[in-house]
């Protein structure tokens, strides 16, 4: 009798044991189902961040290519709810607008530093003087590295000027690129070419030669150096100036 009663006794933890096993077989697999949707959506955030990106470069570039001066109509018409208009504006026809994108959700769960793109759009009297698209990558909390692309959509500008133009500037060094509508088409591809995978790429960029890579690089000396040859930072120096 003792032991059959021994053996009842038992039989229950014994149930038991094969039950929170199953349990913990299907929390397991839960919890995988869960981390692969998870990937999937941060994938999909991605990708479109990218195509985002792409379209706002792609954008800049179209406004610089009409004939004529593209008017706040066209920005808006272009970037919809996007465009946001900055505080302290006289009228909506005399106004900087902007268009922002950035990596907050991929930087939160510390998959890459957080980067942005910010496109500003300088608008005087409805038409759109010139705009400048800056892309901002964190090194670290305490430093950041931008470059800074401007388009000015004057009739007549040619100018394509660089800085940093030489061939030894530091890792930490920030850069600019102004070029007008009238230079070349390939020049303004060129200078437009960010590389929006910095958005994205796992671990981030964090020097010009990796946000603009068109126009910069990155040198064997861990320096920066211009890609594109130059007088002084004068790409192309426009006709009438001295």
Not at 127 to 152: E, G, I
Request: a positive charge.
């Amino acid at each position: 009798m003792s032991v059959i009663a021994d053996y009842d006794s038992h039989r229950p933890f014994h149930l038991l044991s094969v039950s929170n096993r199953s349990v913990i077989r299907r929390l397991m697999v839960a919890a995988v189902a869960v981390s692969l949707a998870a990937g999937g959506l941060l994938l999909l955030y991605a990708h479109l961040l990218n195509k985002r990106a792409e379209r706002l470069l792609q954008n800049v570039y179209e406004l610089s290519q009409q004939q004529s001066l593209p008017s706040l109509a066209d920005v808006r018409q272009r970037f919809g709810k996007e465009l946001k208009q900055v505080d302290g504006c006289r009228s909506d026809s005399d106004c900087t607008y902007t268009v922002l994108l950035s990596n907050r959700v991929l930087a939160a769960v510390r998959i890459t530093r957080y980067t942005e793109i910010k496109s500003y759009f300088w608008v005087m009297h409805g038409l759109v003087r010139s705009t400048m698209v800056d892309y901002t990558a964190t090194v670290d909390r305490r430093h950041s590295v931008v470059s800074h692309v401007q388009v000015d959509f004057c009739a007549g500008c040619q100018v394509f000027a660089i800085d940093p133009w030489g061939n030894s500037s530091p890792l930490g060094t920030n850069g600019i690129v102004e070029i007008g509508k009238e230079a070349s088409t390939q020049n303004i591809r060129m200078a437009l070419a960010l590389d929006t995978r910095c958005m994205t790429k796992l671990g981030g960029c964090e020097t010009v030669a990796d946000l603009l890579p068109t126009i910069w690089l990155r040198t064997p000396n861990k320096e920066i150096a211009c890609r594109i040859q130059n007088d002084k930072g004068m790409v192309v120096k426009p006709t009438d100036w001295p």
